[in-house]
Nanobody, 124 residues
């Protein structure tokens, strides 16, 4: 049974930083393509950042490029999303996701496993 558990969300002022964590069990993050997504109530889940399996190449949504960094710690079997220079429009529930395939893809439907989400609120 694969489980992904996010943590690290909270309330932060604009310009501040947060680091989200995603602890995995039942599957190693090194053998999975990992992604971070976010969702506002009533809106579709959108891709934020991804990390491919094996070589660990990364990809970011244009809206977060240069401000967010995705990384993984194989020893801790965890993936992180470091968020800097946060803006009010970054406010959302953030989800960690994993997929079995090699390809780093942006579509949420291509991911096989999901965490429960963690709320990030950025005040102006």
């Amino acid at each position: 049974q694969v489980q992904l558990v996010e943590s690290g969300g909270g309330l932060v002022q604009a310009g501040g930083s947060l680091r989200l964590s995603c602890a995995a069990s039942g599957r190693t993050v090194s053998s999975s393509t990992m992604g971070w997504f976010r969702q506002l109530l009533g809106k579709e889940r959108e891709f934020v950042a991804g990390l491919s399996r094996s070589i660990g190449s990364t990809y970011y949504a244009d809206s977060v490029k240069g401000r967010f960094t995705i990384s993984r710690d194989n020893a801790k079997n965890a993936v992180y999303l470091q968020m800097k220079s946060l803006k009010p429009e970054d406010t959302a529930v953030y989800y960690c996701a994993a997929r079995n395939g090699y390809t780093l893809v942006l579509a949420a439907k291509e991911y096989d496993y999901w965490g429960q989400g963690t709320q990030v609120t950025v005040s102006s």
